[in-house]
């Protein structure tokens, strides 16, 4: 016998393994938690192909193009540019650490 299903008969799993007795997340929370993640991802993409493939005063595209950091920074707003330097700085720093593939895919899976 299979048991009965329904949005509060069973307790809802969630990433932690945990599960929450009557908690049906809604599917637009559910969705927000995937953009966030998904973003994060892909923050955490262009952060190690600067690393590896990068060149300083420059910025390696998903495409294979070098677009030189001061053509990219004459061009963009303020918040543009700060995130762009904030990200300069964490690939300098993760250059000097070293950090290589594997220490990637583990940020990636926190």
């Known amino acids: 016998m299979t048991p009965p299903r329904g949005p ?5 799993p969630f990433a932690d393994g945990t599960h929450a ?3 049906d997340p809604k599917v637009d929370d559910q969705m927000k938690l995937l953009q966030n993640c998904w973003s994060e991802l892909l923050i ?3 952060i190690y192909r600067q690393v590896v493939h990068g060149k300083e005063g420059s910025i390696f ?3 294979g193009q070098q ?6 920074a004459s061009q963009a707003g303020a918040t543009l ?4 330097s904030h990200a300069q700085e964490l690939v300098a720093k993760l250059r000097s650490l070293q950090f290589d ?6 940020l990636k899976f926190l």
Not at 101 to 106: D, K, S
């Open 81 to 84: 540019n700060n995130l762009m």
């Open 101 to 106: 593939q594997r220490e990637f895919v583990c």
């Open 8 to 12: 509060h008969r069973h307790p809802a």
């Open 44 to 46: 955490l993409d262009h």
């Open 21 to 23: 007795q009557g908690i």
């Open 67 to 72: 677009v030189d950091y001061s053509v990219i």
């Open 61 to 63: 595209l998903v495409t």
